[in-house]
């Protein structure tokens, strides 16, 4: 039996809500990003997964305590789970780097002092080899924006570029998996 991987976006963030680029700044959840991760509990039921894992970010380790993945069911912190490091461009928006970079996005530009999408890639291979070999039939990770919807590139053997197409809104949880032995999104931005 393939292993199908859940993946869930954190909760809401300051950051998250203002379209800032977060990828080190360990920002809390808001009082309406901690809701929206009580809202999983009960939704995902923590025995039903073999493999648990978590960005080491204090704001994905939380929803995933929120959503009642805790005790024997804590998650693994696998540090190639983190976001995508923004370096030069962390706690900025989108349009404030537009003023300097026009049309840039991360998904096609480059992102001074911080990861290439090569290097995404090569650390998002390894939570998937990981997943995949690891022979559960259900796995779960907690993730961030960015990272997840390029993990979802890797799964489905796409192009980073195409993760564009994927938004993917807070305190969501989408499922990759399987059909007729090729890689394919089972759900995809769904809201508790």
Do not use: K
């Not at 203002?18 to 990003?33: K, R, V």
């Not at 991760?37 to 970010?57: K, M, N, V």
């Not at 291979?125 to 993990?151: N, Y």
């Amino acid at each position: 039996m393939p292993t199908r991987l859940f993946l869930v976006r954190h909760g809401e963030t300051e950051w998250s809500l203002s379209g800032q680029h977060t990828s080190i700044t360990d920002l809390p959840l808001t009082e309406h990003g901690e809701q929206q991760a009580r809202a999983l509990h009960g939704r995902l039921a923590p025995q039903d997964f073999q493999l648990i894992l978590s960005s080491p970010r204090g704001r994905a380790r939380r929803t995933a305590e929120l959503a009642g993945f805790v005790g024997e069911y804590e998650p693994q912190v696998d540090p190639d789970l983190a976001e995508w490091f923004y370096g030069n461009y962390e706690g900025r928006t989108s349009v404030e780097i537009w003023q300097t970079d026009p049309g840039w996005t991360i998904w096609s530009g480059n992102v001074p002092g911080g990861e290439s999408a090569a290097q995404v890639g090569v650390r998002l291979d390894r939570v998937i080899a990981r997943v995949r070999g690891s022979g559960v039939e259900r796995a779960i990770c907690f993730g961030h924006g960015h990272a997840l919807r390029a993990l979802t590139m890797r799964w489905l053997g796409l192009g980073l570029h195409l993760g564009v197409h994927f938004p993917l809104d807070t305190s969501t949880v989408s499922v990759l998996g399987e059909d007729r032995g090729e890689p394919a999104l089972d759900r995809w931005n769904v809201q508790p």
